[in-house]
């Protein structure tokens, strides 16, 4: 799982994100080369009588276009709870500062209290 998100990564550009899903919303709009097919929206957006502007609000920030490409990518890593030393006894009474382990003692005390989660 990991190393397929590695391998996705790799390939990953700013706007990949954006195209994947242009291309999974609208399929018909790409030609056998996956190239986009504009004239055809064009059409029908004009059919439908839909007024096209060319003005447009946009972000244009430093570091824009490294959010693009770290939206497209998959995670790489795992949090996982150390279930081995939660349990010792000696870490029983620690206060822990495992994330994964309190908010695991917090559900298994609702559930044990029979409180409702709200």
Not at 55 to 69: D, P, V
Not at 75 to 82: A, Y
Request: aromatic residues 8%; without cysteine.
């Amino acid at each position: 799982m990991i190393r397929d998100n590695i391998e996705h990564n790799e390939a990953v550009k700013p706007n990949s994100h954006e195209i994947h899903l242009l291309r999974s919303t609208f399929p018909h709009y790409f030609d056998k080369e996956d190239n986009f097919l504009l004239q055809r929206l064009l059409s029908v957006l004009a059919a439908d009588e839909v007024d096209l502007s060319k003005e447009s609000f946009g972000l244009n920030f430093l570091g824009r276009s490294y959010a693009n490409y770290v939206d497209g990518l998959a995670t790489e890593t795992v949090v996982i709870p150390d279930l081995g030393h939660n349990s010792d006894a000696a870490n029983a009474d620690v206060i822990s500062q495992n994330i994964v382990y309190n908010i695991t003692q917090d559900i298994a005390y609702r559930i044990s209290q029979g409180i409702a989660d709200r």
